[in-house]
């Protein structure tokens, strides 16, 4: 089965750094993603990891742990834009499936 | 590259009709498509995964015959809401996927009102 777990609201303050958790279970894993998503919008895509490490874009990055299931989105020098919903998603299950975490809504406040 | 859209974005439409919306991959051949259904303050949900040229694959839960997939060519998936009522009122998003991509692209959404 599939099981994915993130915090489902967050505060943070604009210029400073977030870190987002994400804990999954997920049988024939393939990588995780991470998405943000805006009110009324689709998703759109973040970061993608399949290997264990750290991806740096910009000012996001995303790490994945896959011996602890564990993956993390670091925002850094936060933006009032930023202010959104990220979904944590994990990949795999056959079928090229994405299961995806409750979303963790994040306010970026002054 | 990568895009997908979604027709119409939005629609109102009453308790008892049928509502048809069109996934379509513009620059890319998708093998297959996927349809996502999000409550307010929810996460995504998997539907059902659509494979060109063979029936969907409905997850758990999902009624086959109520939300008709047809998936006829590998840039157009349609999903029909059936005899709509207002607790299928919801945000509908497909996203599609082709072998060498590490990812789903996804369309803009639908938001279905049933009256």
Not at chain 1, 26 to 33: A, E, H, K, M, Y
Not at chain 1, 81 to 95: E, M, P, T, V
Not at chain 2, 25 to 44: E, G, H, I, N, V
Not at chain 2, 65 to 91: C, G, M, Q, R
Request: overall charge neutral; charged content about 15%; aromatic content about 12%.
């Amino acid at each position: 089965g599939q099981n994915i777990d993130q915090p489902t609201e967050m505060t943070a303050t604009e210029g400073a750094i977030v870190q987002i958790n994400c804990t999954y279970q997920t049988s024939g894993f393939n990588g995780l993603f991470w998405y943000q998503q805006h009110a009324g919008e689709a998703p759109t895509f973040l970061s993608y990891n399949v290997l264990d490490g750290l991806e740096e874009k910009g000012r996001f990055s995303s790490f994945l742990s896959r011996s602890k299931g564990y993956s993390y989105l670091l925002l850094k020098e936060l933006q009032m834009k930023d202010s959104a919903s990220y979904l944590c998603a994990s990949w795999g299950g056959g079928g090229n499936k994405l299961t995806f975490g409750t979303g963790t809504q994040l306010k970026v406040e002054l | 590259g990568a895009v997908v859209s979604q027709h119409p974005s939005w629609v109102i439409c009453k308790s008892g009709t049928s509502v048809k919306i069109e996934c379509r991959s513009l620059d890319f051949q998708a093998t297959t498509m996927f349809w996502y259904r999000q409550f307010p303050k929810q996460s995504l949900m998997l539907m059902a995964t659509s494979n060109e040229g063979s029936k969907a694959t409905y997850e758990q839960g999902v009624e086959k015959d109520k939300f008709l997939i047809n998936h006829a060519s590998l840039t157009l998936s349609t999903l029909t809401v059936t005899s709509a009522h207002p607790e299928d009122s919801s945000f509908y998003i497909c996203s599609a996927y082709t072998s060498g991509f590490n990812e789903q692209f996804f369309g803009p959404g639908t938001r279905l009102t049933v009256l």
